[in-house]
């Protein structure tokens, strides 16, 4: 059973413009949010957080929206830039571990693709 | 500064043969973790150490063995592999288990299995 789940394989967005990113979780016991970001070839690199005890957490150009009562958190991307263009992972965990297995779950991923 | 470093980048090998992955990290981090992407499923558990000297099996443990041969490192063997096995592998780690710490990912292991 997929506990994190990112519904849209893939999304494209015009440069300049906004791109919202989905992800639905359905693990209650989730308390910590991350996205992180991958390019071809190279490992996933983070890129921002959130802790449930809040449901906005903004850095430069990103803004990460958590919604609790509906297992829901969204990445918003302002402008879009060429350089998005990746595939961007949502990732859940308790923030202390509740004795099952560590690690972050991840879901199967967006490939954001930014046209010019 | 090199953070995680995994080698080989590529590897194929044939049904039945057995390799190990490398994996080390110079953050000085407790715990080190093993994940493999296969397209449409997103980055999967293996195998993590919490911290050196402990080992716990993840989410797809079936056919891996993994060693934490010291603070460093943590590597991934494949016994006899199989191409269910194809896939690309990383390693990560970070300062602490549990807890509101990010991963750090390194850049992978390409391997096929024929």
């Known amino acids: 059973d997929q506990q994190v789940k990112q519904n849209s394989p893939s999304l494209s967005v015009q440069e300049g413009r906004i791109s919202i990113l989905n992800c639905d979780y359905t693990n209650s016991m989730f308390d910590y949010f991350l996205w992180y970001k991958k390019y071809p070839a190279e490992g996933p690199t983070f890129l921002i957080s959130i802790s449930s005890i809040k449901d906005k957490n903004e850095d430069g150009r990103f803004t990460v929206f958590l919604n609790k009562s509906a297992k829901h958190l969204s990445l918003h991307i302002v402008p879009s830039q060429p350089g998005d263009s990746a595939v961007y992972f949502c990732a859940a965990s308790e923030a202390v571990s509740g004795g099952g297995a560590d690690g972050l779950t991840f879901g199967k991923g967006t490939h954001l693709i930014i046209q010019p | 500064n090199a953070g995680v470093t995994q080698t080989p980048k590529f590897q194929v090998l044939k049904t039945g043969q057995s390799m190990t992955l490398q994996c080390a990290q110079d953050?000085?981090?407790?715990?080190m973790y093993w994940y493999r992407q296969d397209p449409g499923m997103g980055l999967r558990l293996i195998y993590y150490s919490a911290s050196e000297g402990t080992t716990d099996k993840g989410e797809v443990p079936n056919g891996y063995n993994v060693s934490r041969l010291n603070k460093r490192e943590f590597s991934l063997r494949l016994e006899s592999a199989a191409p269910s096995q194809t896939s690309v592998y990383f390693c990560a780690s970070r300062g602490r288990p549990g807890g509101t710490e990010k991963l750090f990912f390194g850049s992978g292991t390409q391997l096929s299995v024929l």
């Open positions: 953050m000085n981090h407790n715990s």
